[in-house]
């Protein structure tokens, strides 16, 4: 942990980052948008219908909302804060001091990443109030929160690591984020387009319920952030899709090996990469 | 001290660096002087482990820095031609920065900053942003902070470029004082004059080749082995130029736009000069008159690395 507080790069960015007035608007923003959307639901809610009270099935729906909100908020929020990290530094032309300098290549991309991801850990949290509203009305379990909680965090993590290696291999910043924006659109869209597909295709000339297992099925949906995240809300959709794919692992397991290996792997690519081989030749 | 052996840089069939082979002894100043894509800074990329070699190596006090980059980075001290700056970092946060990244503890680093700055000359700007600092200032930041280590080699790419005269002045009284302090420096220009008083020895470099490598003294001797020699002339031009061209000790014969005048290099000792000269007048050719030009330090090296016209 003292390592972690004392790595250069990681001060030096926060130190940079919460310096920056953008920072601060930006969050001040987020927090006006998610207080209008909660106040405005609950007020929709109480007065509208004309019950006068919130019930704790409207809580549970607003809480999946906003929950789905914050999934956005990190998918779209990660590429544009990590796909300049290592790109603006060569583009400012500030990279070769900071290579030169006896850092390790595993601490500069670590301390990139971990200030861009600490910013948007900052924006969670401090929603955090809001969030915890639906709570006053029941409907959600705090251990359901935790799990989603663990759950944005190792997406924001993937997300954050595709960014800087991204940011690392391509020399233009703009180019980097675009890859990164591909990358999580693939990761969130394309997949669930895939999904639709492949269940489409596994099912066809087959009376219901299935009987043959659709693994392909079941990989799209495990890779596809929105889709673990309504089994995370909602577990009988896991079952309904076991009953379409046959594949008995939950979908959570699959999406954390997932994740876990691809933020390593783009990490390792990010070190790696980072500096010149200088013996490559030999 | 700094070693290159046959150190090689090609980037598809083209050499940025051919086979140089570099001693900077300890404590000693080298400057590199070379035009614009010579391979100065291909040179220090390398040196700086920012570079792969495509063959030979580098060593810095007996380390490679092809095996052993790591060691490498701890004993230089590298300034860019070319660098940028963290804006909204102070000058002192920009030097501590620096100074963690070689894994300097804070206690010393405190202590260290503003003896650097005063080095610099900057210790009045020490809580200024440093984007805000003017060019001049950040180049001699960015030397306090090639310093942060106490590195025992410095590797100083065009340290005087784009500086205005005041400011080169500045940054030449730095270099002596780090000199005189026992560094190893290594600096590069692309102006001879200005590296010349200040260097132990120097090395010339052209299209990726060392062409001349020695002390001030002795390259200004090696390159003026080659004259410039100037010939007005009323009539017919052809004619002389035919006769000069056919001399074995005349290269690069130019004629000088709308001054009926000819000038080449010529290799020539004095007794081969003066019979040159015999043969010309014994031929009648129309030669008003011939003469040696005055070359200085920069003429010479221009000469060498085939820039432009001389006068």
């Known amino acids: ?282 | 001290m700094i070693e290159t052996i046959g150190l090689t840089k090609k980037y598809g069939s083209f050499y940025a660096l051919q086979d140089l082979n570099l001693v900077v002894e300890d404590s000693t100043v080298f400057g590199f002087v070379g035009a614009n894509g010579a391979g100065k800074s291909t040179t220090f990329s390398i040196l700086a482990t920012l570079l792969q070699p495509t063959a030979g190596d580098t060593f810095i006090n007996g380390m490679s820095v092809t095996k052993n980059p790591q060691e490498v980075r701890k004993q230089i001290g590298y300034v860019p031609d070319f660098f940028g700056v963290y804006d909204q970092l102070k000058t002192d946060e920009y030097l501590d920065f620096y100074g963690a990244s070689y894994g300097i503890k804070p206690k010393e680093r405190a202590e260290l900053i503003p003896k650097l700055l005063e080095l610099v000359n900057l210790e009045n700007k020490r809580y200024e942003y440093v984007d805000l600092l003017s060019r001049g200032m950040k180049q001699r930041l960015c030397l306090a902070r090639a310093l942060i280590h106490d590195p025992k080699i410095l590797i100083l790419d065009e340290p005087a470029s784009g500086l205005d005269p005041r400011a080169r002045v500045e940054m030449r009284d730095i270099l002596r004082e780090l000199k005189a302090m026992g560094k190893t420096i290594l600096i590069s220009s692309h102006i001879l004059p200005e590296l010349a008083e200040m260097c132990d020895s120097i090395g010339v470099i052209d299209n990726g080749k060392l062409i001349a490598q020695g002390s001030v003294a002795d390259i200004q001797a090696q390159l003026q082995s080659e004259k410039v020699l100037r010939v007005k002339i009323i009539g017919d031009m052809q004619a002389v130029v035919s006769f000069f061209e056919m001399d074995p000790f005349v290269s690069q014969l130019v004629e000088l736009q709308g001054k009926n005048t000819l000038q080449f290099f010529y290799r020539g000792s004095e007794e081969d000069q003066l019979q040159l000269l015999q043969r010309a007048i014994q031929q009648k050719l129309p030669i008003l008159s011939f003469s040696e030009e005055e070359t200085d330090l920069e003429d010479v090296f221009m000469a060498i690395t085939k820039g432009v016209e001389i006068g």
């Open chain 1, 1 to 282: 942990m003292k390592t972690l507080f004392t790595n250069p790069v990681l001060v030096k960015e926060l130190k940079l980052r919460f310096r920056n007035l953008k920072s601060f608007t930006g969050i001040l923003f987020y927090l006006i948008a998610m207080s209008v959307f909660v106040f405005g639901f609950i007020f929709l809610a109480t007065s509208l219908t004309g019950n006068g009270f919130f019930r704790p099935d409207e809580s549970f729906m607003l809480f999946s909302m906003m929950t789905y909100i914050q999934l956005g908020l990190i998918l779209f929020i990660t590429p544009a804060l990590t796909a300049g990290t290592i790109s603006t530094e060569r583009e400012k032309q500030t990279l070769n001091i900071l290579l030169t300098t006896s850092q390790t290549s595993f601490q500069i991309i670590f301390g990139k990443m971990t200030s861009s991801i600490a910013f948007l850990l900052l924006m969670i949290v401090s929603g955090l109030p809001i969030y915890s509203l639906v709570f006053l009305y029941g409907g959600v379990s705090p251990s359901q929160l935790l799990y989603i909680f663990l759950f944005y965090m190792l997406t924001l993590l993937a997300i954050a690591s595709i960014g800087v290696m991204f940011s690392t291999l391509i020399r233009k910043t703009i180019v980097a984020i675009i890859a990164t924006y591909g990358a999580m659109i693939f990761l969130a869209g394309v997949t669930a387009f895939f999904l639709l597909i492949s269940v489409q295709v596994s099912q066809m000339g087959m009376t219901s319920p299935a009987t043959t297992m659709s693994p392909i099925a079941h990989f799209w949906a495990t890779i596809n952030p929105p889709a673990v995240l309504l089994t995370l809300l909602q577990p009988p959709m896991e079952e309904q899709l076991q009953t379409v794919t046959l594949v008995p692992i939950p979908l959570w397991i699959g999406y954390t090996i997932f994740y876990v290996l691809l933020t390593a792997g783009s990490l390792l690519l990010a070190v790696k990469k980072l500096r010149v081989n200088m013996n490559k030749y030999k």
